[in-house]
């Protein structure tokens, strides 16, 4: 009798234990789905709002009356947490990635931290310009650290993984990018797309083709252009090629693209612009199609200055940047521009006015 008691008391102590299993796996299968950057169902859009906003000086912080440069946004795919370049004091390197949080899209922006020695090598390396996967588990960023190929001062590309999506401090020792996308001649400005439909997965980047396209070189001494390379099924990256219908011959560097893959902002000191650097955008009916030839986005957006390192939101409706404008609060600060969705046209209207 006693033994048959203890039998129930085990199977319910087991049932109970997979119930709570099941619900921790449920949960974080939930969560998983929630920071992912899902597909959407784009149509048209307004303007962008003008004039752009300073991120402020929580985010753009000045040292000292000197200016502190803070660069290169991403945006993770929750929208939660804004990574950038920056070389405010406190630092490991040169110039070091940091992150901001905030609790919902409503909320401000928290103090930013140092994404820590992980990522962050000792001084004079340099960790910049990181862009997340739609899954939120990888972030691609560009390094002068040891291990690397290019030269000049120029940086190599890395990945990082990590487990946790909503953990900022759960990325692990990053890896190289290999030969199919890093060279002597030094590259930057990832861009990651994963095609669903066609299950081809991009990198889109900036290779310098200039003597040096390092920090500190001026723009009009640099020359760059924008490079594609696919994922193999083994894990690595293919050897890169230019995207012509994207390069001018000047300086083309950090993209920003839409999750459809249908449109592409991209940095540019091409000529028509209205200042050193502007923000260009390009656009294709399908993920097969060219590229079109990019478009300016106008005195909304780019000023007489540098306007640079555009990083998009998973819905498209919010473009953060860094800009040199007047008005800031360090040498280069963040900026954010929105857009909202337009109403969807009913094919009855559309038939209406043809008629």
């Known amino acids: 009798m ?9 199977l319910l102590v087991v049932l109970l234990s997979s119930l709570v299993v099941a619900d921790r796996l449920g949960f974080a299968q939930e969560k998983e789905q929630m920071n992912r950057c899902r597909q959407h169902d784009f149509g048209q859009f307004s303007d962008w709002s003008d004039p752009p906003v300073n991120l402020g000086p929580v985010i753009n912080m000045d040292r ?6 803070n660069q290169s946004p991403a945006i993770s795919p929750d929208g939660l947490s804004l990574y950038f370049t920056s070389d405010r004091p406190g630092g490991f390197g040169t110039l070091d990635i940091y992150l901001s949080h905030r609790a919902s899209l409503d909320d401000d922006w928290g103090p930013p931290q140092n994404l820590g020695p992980i990522i962050n090598t000792n001084s004079p390396d340099q960790n910049i310009v990181p862009t997340f996967s739609d899954d939120g588990h990888r972030i691609y960023f560009c390094s002068t650290q040891s291990g690397g190929v290019a030269s000049g001062g120029n ?11 909503t953990d900022d401090f759960d990325w692990q020792p990053p890896t190289h990018l290999g030969s199919g996308v890093n060279t002597e001649q030094g590259q930057c400005g990832p861009t990651i797309f994963e095609d669903r439909d066609q299950h081809v997965t991009t990198l889109y ?15 009009a001494n640099q020359k760059a252009s924008i490079y594609a390379s696919t994922l193999n099924d083994d894990g690595t990256f293919g050897t890169a090629m230019p995207v012509d219908a994207l390069n001018s011959g000047f300086r083309d560097t950090r993209t920003a693209i839409r ?14 612009g209205f200042g050193g650097t502007d923000l260009w955008v390009s656009t294709r009916k399908t993920t097969q199609d060219v590229w079109s030839p990019p478009v300016n986005l106008g005195p909304k957006v780019n000023t007489g200055f540098n306007e640079a390192a555009p990083a998009l939101s998973c819905d498209g409706t919010t473009l953060y940047f860094h800009s040199n404008r007047p008005g800031g609060f360090g040498k280069t600060d963040l900026y954010v521009t929105t857009r909202t969705k337009l109403p969807k046209k009913d094919k009855d209207d559309d038939r209406d006015n043809k008629e």
């Open 205 to 219: 980047f900036a290779r310098c083709l200039s003597a040096s396209c390092a920090v500190g070189v001026p723009v």
């Open 2 to 10: 006693g033994r048959k008691k203890m039998s129930v008391a085990m």
């Open 259 to 272: 999750n459809d893959g249908l449109e592409m902002f991209l940095s540019s000191s091409r000529p028509g």
């Open 155 to 165: 940086t190599d590309i890395w990945v990082s993984f990590r487990k946790d999506t």
């Open 64 to 69: 000292d009356n000197k200016g502190v440069n």
